[in-house]
């Protein structure tokens, strides 16, 4: 049973009501009906079934709740409690009146009533149109200093990570994390490989140098951010900075950095920036073969994730499936 199939057993068990934004996209439609007919999550089509039926006329809908800003019956109540949550940003009626009637601002405003678990968007939309609302209606997880993403990857190389099983992150969001954001990032994507694999991780703090084989601005970084996290929790087996080969590979490991936590056994791959993990996720995606599922966010106080513009229909049924048991699990703490 691969990873994203062990998720999907998880997630049927659990019933938890999804919220997808992008009716227009085909990719999401056909999402949507598989998660239905798979019973991943309850799934909400924010939008009417009409504009669904103009795009994807042969899908079978039977299941799915559409539901329609417009139309629906509590729109000026949505309307002032945005207004009073964001009026100290200068936002009128108004401006709440036309906010709330954007599909995925709507979403949240349902999740913000706990009328759903999760959302997912990104399929049409930018990272940043995810997340601005997210922020706004939602808000951060209590104890979060940091939101960032990551990606779970399932490759085909089952000797590494947790039976090819990784956490890479953030490949997102955060285009240059300072010193402690890095570490936040970090210590936020243990906690994220943790709840989706109950293995423990092993974390690496990835540069183009390995324990002090080249000194600059941009090792720096990671030595200072593998040092505070370190510090944050020193019960975790996280080490750096570290070359991507002193981080997979057991004997290249010890001949570079004799006796380092990590030896080899890395399963979470922290990225000092946006331009490498960005694109180190593509590379082992397109390259390597590997499932790429996200960006999943981290330290949004409901579960909200993104997806990539270039995702599969799979991928979004992937992300469905995270997100349910994300929302589920969210519930339990």
Do not use: W
Request: hydrophobic share 40%; charged share 25%.
């Amino acid at each position: 049973m691969t990873f994203i199939d062990k998720v999907k057993a998880q997630a049927q068990a659990l019933n938890q009501t999804v919220i997808l934004v992008e009716n227009e996209d085909e990719r999401v439609l056909q999402a949507a009906v598989t998660a239905t007919q798979e019973k991943l999550a309850k799934i909400i089509l924010i939008g009417t079934k009409e504009e669904s039926q103009a795009v994807c006329p042969d899908l079978d809908y039977t299941g799915i709740e559409f539901i329609n800003p417009a139309d629906y019956p509590d729109l000026d109540q949505f309307a002032q409690q945005y207004y009073e949550m964001r009026k100290h940003k200068g936002v009128d009626l108004e401006k709440a009146q036309a906010t709330v009637r954007d599909k995925t601002a709507f979403g949240m405003m349902l999740m913000k009533n706990d009328q759903a678990d999760g959302l997912v968007s990104g399929a049409a939309h930018s990272t940043a149109d995810t997340l601005r609302p997210a922020l706004q209606i939602l808000k951060t997880k209590a104890g979060t200093k940091l939101v960032s993403a990551f990606f779970v990857m399932d490759t085909q190389f089952k000797d590494l990570g947790s039976d090819g099983i990784f956490v890479f992150a953030d490949c997102g969001l955060n285009e240059n994390p300072d010193a402690d954001q890095l570490s936040e990032i970090a210590l936020a994507s243990a906690d994220s490989f943790r709840f989706f694999t109950g293995q423990e991780p092993v974390v690496a703090m990835l540069s183009y140098s390995s324990f002090g084989s080249a000194h600059s601005e941009l090792t720096e970084k990671v030595v200072e951010a593998t040092k505070l996290a370190k510090e944050k929790a020193p019960e975790l087996r996280l080490d750096g900075e570290a070359q991507v080969d002193t981080a997979l590979v057991p004997a290249t490991s010890e001949r570079k950095a004799p006796g380092n936590k990590i030896g080899g056994q890395a399963n979470v791959l922290v990225f000092p920036d946006l331009n490498a993990g960005n694109i180190g996720y593509k590379l082992v995606q397109y390259l390597g073969g590997a499932k790429a599922y996200g960006p999943l966010l981290q330290g949004i106080a409901k579960p909200v994730n993104d997806l990539s513009r270039g995702c599969s229909t799979e991928d979004i049924i992937g992300v469905i499936a995270l997100t349910a048991v994300q929302a589920a699990g969210g519930k339990n703490k």
